[in-house]
Nanobody, 124 residues
Framework: VQLQASGGGLVQTGGSLRLSCAASGLTFRGYTVGWFRQAPGKEREFVAASRWNGGALFYGDSVQGRFTISRDNAKDTVYLQMNSLKVEDTAVYYC??????????????????WGQGTQVTVSS
């Protein structure tokens, strides 16, 4: 099983990026898929998730209203559209997948498969 995250880069404050996470060896249809991020010296933080059973969406408080998670089960790909980026959004972004119970949707231990991360840097 492999999750490949891509789309990171350098962007100015207020700009946008779209991250992608493609799966191989795993079908997203039966999995909750999430995005987390980790800034230097900080713990890994929940960003967004799409539940497997009907696709209910969850967002971290700091990204609510600016980021949008979506999924294309036919392509086994999940996206994270990031708008109105702020300097504090700078981090390595990871995608993750798991057969996650509802209460663990926002927790790293709710996911069994992780991508390698993609760097997002927002400059002022």
């Amino acid at each position: 099983v492999q999750l490949q995250a891509s789309g990171g880069g350098l962007v100015q404050t207020g700009g946008s990026l779209r991250l992608s996470c493609a799966a191989s060896g795993l079908t997203f249809r039966g999995y909750t898929v999430g995005w987390f991020r980790q800034a230097p010296g900080k713990e890994r933080e929940f960003v967004a998730a799409s539940r497997w059973n009907g696709g209910a969406l969850f967002y971290g408080d700091s990204v609510q209203g600016r980021f949008t998670i979506s999924r294309d089960n036919a392509k086994d790909t999940v996206y994270l559209q990031m708008n109105s980026l702020k300097v504090e959004d700078t981090a390595v972004y990871y995608c993750a997948a798991g057969r996650t119970i509802l209460s663990a949707t926002r927790q790293t231990n709710g996911y069994t498969h992780w991508g390698q991360g993609t760097q997002v840097t927002v400059s002022s």
